[in-house]
């Protein structure tokens, strides 16, 4: 089977966009064809939205958690003393740091305006399978701006694809983040309103992971943009739906995570990282493989009795790790199933072999088959705990303080196995229990950063960011140099230049 490619070349530092085949995220390029030859059939829309999502995963794979939870200061250097990872954790952001280049995620945008753009020039099979392509183009995009306004703040905003190097707006400038938010708002409540109550994908976005997003944005524009209560119900009320679906949590908190499980009833939308796809035995394609760390010392292990389940070595350098402060918060009480599943830290008596590791990340340890590690462990970005948390938050930002805490105790009832962990909490008491339950729940998820800003706790609880409120743009990130060269619009984030 031959695919219709169309290639762009973008002045926001991004190359091609391009599409992938139906069931497989990773995109094979036979040939080059013009915009107009490849909006015909039905799946060249589906086509797109794959490649999208491929780019989606791009974008995703190495940055999510330099975005999402690196600058929360658990984190720290592992066994390599990266300066990379040492300095995002003390918010110390430079340009051309790791994180700082957005070309991958306007890539991702670039494919939804595509789909937008073309959904009506082609014939489909029926009208749901229109509806569904033109949701995920809309989630696609939404999702992606979130992210952008979050992390640089201002930033181009583009509705109309790049289908010709020569188009006058080829070279954007930044628009207000209000602009984006309000881009991000509409795109999911036209997403809500298109995707069939019937598709129950994983890989790709569903009625629950667009309700998700939308828990997510309206929390923040509650929190952040002076949204008030209104915001908080829409975000109360797509908890609620989220939470009346087929999902469930599964009794045992590992197993959510086991490469054998990755289409387990919890999770709601993650990105796949599958063996012979596009994982192999000496690859390390996200993130995941910055938590173990190379060793030349297995044999020397196992002389020592120690297993390869116990000490997970892997084939890359040791980058990052939980900081010794979030270590002992998540294993101070053995009665949470989830810190023993996240991490392990080794005896004294192990660091005395000076072989090889001090903590290690466990939940995504990937498979370990002919003395190789596999990193094949899928990406979460929702699961089902989160929907409970969001509700939580949104019902706190209501002054429903009882009905957040009963929220936050279904969570607790997973971990823990009790009734009513939480009660008779102030609002700061409530506050403070959310981002607890999200730093036990979502270790490594990319999820702790933007619980402290949604819960505006940034300045008080991170110590690297204490009494920098009036530091210009510190929460925000700079922009690659390489974008502002390629594009001489693009201005530097302020605070940067």
Same mark, same amino acid.
């Given at each position: 089977?031959?695919?219709?490619?169309?290639?762009?070349?973008?002045?926001?530092?991004?190359?091609?966009?391009?599409?992938?085949?139906?069931? $497989? #995220?990773?995109?094979?390029?036979?040939?080059?064809?013009?915009?107009?030859?490849?909006?015909?059939?039905?799946?060249?829309?589906?086509?797109?939205?794959?490649?999208?999502?491929?780019?989606?995963?791009?974008?995703?794979?190495?940055?999510?958690?330099?975005?999402?939870?690196?600058?929360?200061?658990?984190? =720290?250097?592992? !066994?390599?003393?990266?300066?990379?990872?040492?300095? =995002?954790? &003390?918010?110390? &952001? =430079?340009?051309?740091?790791?994180?700082?280049?957005?070309?991958?995620?306007? !890539?991702?945008?670039?494919?939804?305006?595509?789909?937008?753009?073309?959904?009506?020039?082609?014939?489909?099979?029926?009208?749901?399978?229109?509806?569904?392509?033109?949701?995920?183009?809309?989630?696609?995009?939404?999702?992606?701006?979130?992210?952008?306004?979050?992390?640089?703040? $201002?930033?181009?905003?583009?509705?109309?694809?790049?289908?010709?190097?020569?188009?006058? $707006?080829?070279?954007?400038?930044?628009?207000?983040?209000?602009?984006?938010?309000? #881009?991000?708002?509409?795109?999911?409540?036209?997403?809500?309103?298109?995707?069939?109550?019937?598709?129950?994908?994983?890989?790709?976005?569903?009625?629950?992971?667009?309700?998700?997003?939308?828990?997510?944005?309206?929390?923040?524009?509650?929190?952040?943009?002076?949204?008030?209560?209104?915001?908080?119900?829409?975000?109360?009320?797509?908890?609620?739906?989220?939470?009346?679906?087929?999902?469930?949590?599964?009794?045992?908190?590992?197993?959510?995570?086991?490469?054998?499980?990755?289409?387990?009833?919890?999770?709601?939308?993650?990105?796949?990282? @599958?063996?012979?796809?596009?994982?192999?035995?000496?690859?390390?394609?996200?993130?995941?493989?910055?938590?173990?760390?190379?060793?030349?010392?297995?044999?020397? #292990?196992?002389?020592?009795?120690?297993?390869?389940?116990?000490?997970?070595?892997?084939?890359?350098?040791?980058?990052? @790790?939980?900081?010794?402060?979030?270590?002992?918060?998540?294993?101070?009480?053995?009665?949470?199933?989830?810190?023993?599943?996240?991490?392990?830290?080794?005896?004294?008596?192990?660091?005395?072999?000076?072989?090889?590791?001090?903590?290690?990340?466990?939940?995504?340890?990937? =498979?370990?088959?002919?003395?190789?590690?596999?990193? $094949?462990?899928?990406?979460?970005?929702?699961?089902?705990?989160?929907?409970?948390?969001?509700?939580?938050?949104? &019902?706190?930002?209501?002054?429903? #303080?009882?009905?957040?805490?009963?929220?936050?105790?279904?969570?607790?009832?997973?971990?823990?196995?009790?009734?009513?962990?939480?009660?008779?909490?102030?609002?700061?008491?409530?506050?403070?229990?959310?981002?607890?339950?999200?730093?036990?729940?979502?270790?490594?998820?990319? !999820?702790?950063?933007?619980?402290?800003?949604?819960?505006?706790?940034?300045?008080?609880?991170?110590?690297?960011?204490?009494?920098?409120?009036?530091?210009?743009?510190?929460?925000?990130?700079?922009?690659?140099?390489?974008?502002?060269?390629?594009?001489?619009?693009?201005?530097?984030?302020?605070?940067?230049?």
């Amino acid at each position: 089977m031959k695919f219709k490619i169309f290639t762009a070349a973008l002045a926001l530092g991004l190359a091609a966009s391009l599409s992938s085949c139906l069931n $497989d #995220l990773d995109v094979i390029q036979p040939s080059n064809f013009t915009s107009q030859n490849m909006w015909t059939e039905e799946n060249d829309a589906v086509s797109a939205v794959n490649g999208a999502y491929k780019f989606l995963r791009d974008a995703l794979k190495d940055n999510n958690n330099f975005w999402g939870d690196l600058r929360s200061n658990l984190w =720290t250097s592992g !066994k390599v003393n990266d300066p990379t990872y040492a300095r =995002t954790g &003390l918010n110390e &952001l =430079t340009v051309n740091w790791t994180g700082s280049n957005w070309a991958n995620l306007y !890539k991702v945008i670039n494919e939804a305006n595509l789909v937008l753009k073309h959904a009506d020039d082609i014939t489909y099979s029926n009208l749901e399978t229109k509806n569904e392509i033109l949701a995920q183009a809309y989630f696609l995009r939404a999702f992606v701006y979130y992210q952008i306004a979050r992390i640089w703040g $201002d930033a181009p905003l583009c509705v109309n694809p790049f289908e010709s190097e020569k188009q006058e $707006d080829m070279y954007p400038s930044r628009n207000p983040a209000s602009e984006l938010f309000a #881009l991000v708002e509409s795109d999911i409540e036209n997403a809500v309103k298109l995707m069939p109550a019937s598709v129950k994908k994983i890989y790709q976005a569903s009625p629950a992971a667009i309700h998700m997003l939308r828990a997510d944005y309206y929390n923040w524009k509650g929190s952040r943009l002076g949204g008030g209560n209104d915001a908080y119900q829409k975000a109360v009320d797509s908890a609620n739906a989220i939470i009346g679906m087929d999902y469930k949590m599964l009794d045992d908190f590992a197993s959510v995570f086991k490469p054998d499980n990755k289409k387990n009833k919890e999770l709601i939308f993650t990105l796949p990282f @599958i063996v012979g796809e596009n994982v192999t035995a000496a690859t390390s394609p996200n993130y995941f493989a910055y938590f173990l760390a190379q060793t030349e010392h297995t044999q020397q #292990l196992l002389n020592n009795g120690y297993s390869l389940d116990y000490v997970p070595v892997g084939t890359h350098a040791q980058y990052s @790790i939980p900081n010794d402060e979030y270590v002992d918060f998540l294993l101070k009480d053995p009665a949470d199933q989830r810190g023993a599943a996240s991490v392990r830290k080794y005896t004294d008596e192990f660091l005395n072999t000076q072989l090889v590791l001090k903590v290690v990340v466990l939940k995504f340890a990937g =498979t370990w088959k002919n003395n190789t590690r596999s990193f $094949d462990c899928d990406m979460p970005i929702y699961r089902l705990p989160e929907a409970y948390i969001l509700k939580a938050e949104a &019902l706190k930002g209501m002054g429903d #303080l009882s009905g957040a805490m009963q929220a936050l105790n279904v969570v607790e009832k997973r971990a823990r196995g009790v009734d009513n962990y939480y009660s008779g909490l102030d609002k700061e008491g409530v506050t403070l229990a959310i981002i607890d339950e999200v730093k036990m729940e979502f270790v490594a998820e990319s !999820k702790t950063w933007w619980t402290y800003l949604r819960n505006n706790k940034e300045f008080q609880l991170i110590s690297s960011l204490v009494g920098k409120e009036n530091k210009q743009n510190i929460t925000l990130w700079p922009v690659a140099q390489e974008c502002i060269n390629t594009n001489k619009n693009i201005d530097q984030t302020p605070g940067y230049d």
